[in-house]
Protein backbone atom coordinates (compact mmCIF):
# COMPACT_ATOMS: atom_id res chain seq x y z
CA UNK A 1 0.00 0.00 0.00
CA UNK A 2 2.34 2.66 0.93
CA UNK A 3 6.06 1.08 0.03
CA UNK A 4 9.41 3.15 0.24
CA UNK A 5 11.68 0.65 -0.76
CA UNK A 6 13.53 1.23 -3.66
CA UNK A 7 13.33 -1.51 -6.74
CA UNK A 8 16.14 -3.17 -5.89
CA UNK A 9 16.12 -3.27 -1.93
CA UNK A 10 18.02 -5.64 -0.90
CA UNK A 11 16.80 -6.56 2.80
CA UNK A 12 18.93 -7.25 5.49
CA UNK A 13 16.17 -8.34 7.65
CA UNK A 14 15.29 -11.14 4.80
CA UNK A 15 18.57 -12.15 4.96
CA UNK A 16 18.44 -13.22 8.49
CA UNK A 17 15.98 -15.05 8.61
CA UNK A 18 17.61 -16.84 5.22
CA UNK A 19 20.02 -17.72 7.48
CA UNK A 20 22.63 -15.26 6.11
CA UNK A 21 24.31 -12.35 7.63
CA UNK A 22 22.86 -9.25 7.16
CA UNK A 23 25.16 -6.51 5.68
CA UNK A 24 26.89 -4.43 8.25
CA UNK A 25 26.09 -2.89 10.40
CA UNK A 26 22.65 -4.77 10.79
CA UNK A 27 22.44 -8.03 12.27
CA UNK A 28 24.45 -11.29 12.37
CA UNK A 29 22.95 -14.81 12.60
CA UNK A 30 24.71 -14.40 16.55
CA UNK A 31 22.50 -12.27 17.08
CA UNK A 32 19.42 -14.29 17.03
CA UNK A 33 17.80 -15.42 19.93
CA UNK A 34 14.24 -16.98 18.62
CA UNK A 35 12.99 -18.37 16.09
CA UNK A 36 9.11 -19.64 16.28
CA UNK A 37 6.32 -19.70 14.10
CA UNK A 38 6.86 -17.44 11.75
CA UNK A 39 8.96 -14.58 13.46
CA UNK A 40 12.58 -14.27 13.97
CA UNK A 41 13.87 -12.13 17.41
CA UNK A 42 17.66 -11.05 17.31
CA UNK A 43 19.97 -8.57 19.29
CA UNK A 44 19.77 -5.19 17.44
CA UNK A 45 22.61 -3.95 16.38
CA UNK A 46 22.07 -0.06 17.53
CA UNK A 47 21.98 0.12 21.27
CA UNK A 48 20.86 3.04 23.58
CA UNK A 49 23.24 4.06 26.61
CA UNK A 50 21.29 2.80 29.30
CA UNK A 51 19.04 0.17 27.13
CA UNK A 52 21.86 -2.39 26.33
CA UNK A 53 20.90 -5.29 24.64
CA UNK A 54 17.15 -4.53 22.92
CA UNK A 55 15.81 -6.74 20.80
CA UNK A 56 14.31 -6.71 17.53
CA UNK A 57 11.34 -8.71 16.30
CA UNK A 58 10.64 -9.16 12.59
CA UNK A 59 7.87 -11.55 10.61
CA UNK A 60 9.84 -14.10 8.25
CA UNK A 61 7.51 -13.05 5.78
CA UNK A 62 9.00 -9.97 4.08
CA UNK A 63 6.49 -7.23 4.59
CA UNK A 64 7.66 -3.59 4.39
CA UNK A 65 5.29 -1.81 7.19
CA UNK A 66 2.52 -2.03 9.71
CA UNK A 67 0.00 -1.00 6.67
CA UNK A 68 0.85 -4.38 5.56
CA UNK A 69 0.86 -6.47 8.19
CA UNK A 70 -1.79 -9.09 8.73
CA UNK A 71 -3.42 -10.81 11.40
CA UNK A 72 -1.76 -14.10 10.44
CA UNK A 73 1.67 -13.09 10.72
CA UNK A 74 1.25 -10.48 13.67
CA UNK A 75 0.12 -13.06 16.09
CA UNK A 76 3.51 -14.58 16.04
CA UNK A 77 5.50 -11.44 16.39
CA UNK A 78 3.21 -10.70 19.36
CA UNK A 79 3.84 -13.60 20.97
CA UNK A 80 7.56 -13.62 20.33
CA UNK A 81 7.58 -10.35 21.98
CA UNK A 82 6.03 -11.48 24.94
CA UNK A 83 8.50 -14.38 25.19
CA UNK A 84 11.29 -12.23 24.89
CA UNK A 85 10.32 -9.56 27.46
CA UNK A 86 9.35 -12.01 29.92
CA UNK A 87 13.02 -13.22 29.53
CA UNK A 88 14.21 -9.80 29.17
CA UNK A 89 13.28 -9.71 33.15
CA UNK A 90 15.05 -12.73 33.72
CA UNK A 91 18.28 -12.66 32.32
CA UNK A 92 18.36 -8.96 32.59
CA UNK A 93 17.08 -7.63 35.71
CA UNK A 94 15.15 -4.74 33.87
CA UNK A 95 12.56 -2.95 36.00
CA UNK A 96 10.20 -3.35 32.80
CA UNK A 97 10.08 -3.29 28.99
CA UNK A 98 8.80 -1.33 26.46
CA UNK A 99 8.09 -1.94 22.62
CA UNK A 100 8.49 0.46 19.47
CA UNK A 101 7.46 0.15 16.16
CA UNK A 102 7.83 2.80 13.37
CA UNK A 103 6.68 3.47 9.79
CA UNK A 104 7.59 5.41 6.64
CA UNK A 105 9.92 8.12 6.70
CA UNK A 106 8.47 10.73 8.45
CA UNK A 107 7.85 7.78 10.85
CA UNK A 108 11.14 7.06 11.49
CA UNK A 109 11.43 3.85 9.64
CA UNK A 110 14.76 3.37 7.88
CA UNK A 111 14.60 -0.78 7.04
CA UNK A 112 11.97 -1.59 4.77
CA UNK A 113 11.01 -4.78 6.29
CA UNK A 114 8.42 -4.49 9.57
CA UNK A 115 10.05 -4.83 12.65
CA UNK A 116 8.98 -3.98 16.49
CA UNK A 117 11.47 -3.27 19.08
CA UNK A 118 11.80 -4.42 22.60
CA UNK A 119 13.68 -2.76 24.62
CA UNK A 120 14.77 -3.38 28.30
CA UNK A 121 13.91 -0.48 31.02
CA UNK A 122 15.68 0.47 33.85
CA UNK A 123 13.86 3.84 36.29
CA UNK A 124 15.28 6.90 34.83
CA UNK A 125 16.82 5.76 31.85
CA UNK A 126 15.97 8.36 30.00
CA UNK A 127 15.47 6.00 26.80
CA UNK A 128 13.73 8.53 24.60
CA UNK A 129 16.08 11.33 25.25
CA UNK A 130 18.87 9.77 24.36
CA UNK A 131 20.70 8.68 20.96
CA UNK A 132 21.61 5.25 20.23
CA UNK A 133 24.88 3.75 18.72
CA UNK A 134 26.31 1.29 16.55
CA UNK A 135 27.51 -2.15 18.29
CA UNK A 136 29.96 -5.06 17.33
CA UNK A 137 28.97 -8.73 16.95
CA UNK A 138 30.98 -9.32 19.83
CA UNK A 139 29.35 -6.28 21.98
CA UNK A 140 25.62 -8.22 21.27
CA UNK A 141 27.21 -11.57 21.74
CA UNK A 142 26.90 -12.01 25.72
CA UNK A 143 23.42 -10.45 25.47
CA UNK A 144 22.44 -12.93 22.75
CA UNK A 145 23.36 -15.75 24.47
CA UNK A 146 21.71 -15.19 28.07
CA UNK A 147 18.37 -15.02 26.11
CA UNK A 148 19.28 -17.56 23.58
CA UNK A 149 19.89 -20.20 26.67
CA UNK A 150 16.59 -18.11 28.63
CA UNK A 151 14.46 -18.75 25.55
CA UNK A 152 15.43 -22.60 24.86
Known amino acids: ?13 CAIVAGRNAA ?3 AQQSDVVLRAGGATAFISS ?40 IAMKHVYGCAGTSTRQHNEPAG ?15 EGDRLYELQGHLTSPEERAPYAARLRDHLR
Not at 108 to 120: A, E, I, K, S
Open 1 to 13: MFQHAPPDYDCPL
Open 24 to 26: LPY
Open 46 to 85: RWWPNNAGHVIVIPDTHVENLYDLTAELAVPIHEAARRVA
Open 108 to 122: NQDVWHYHLHVYPRY
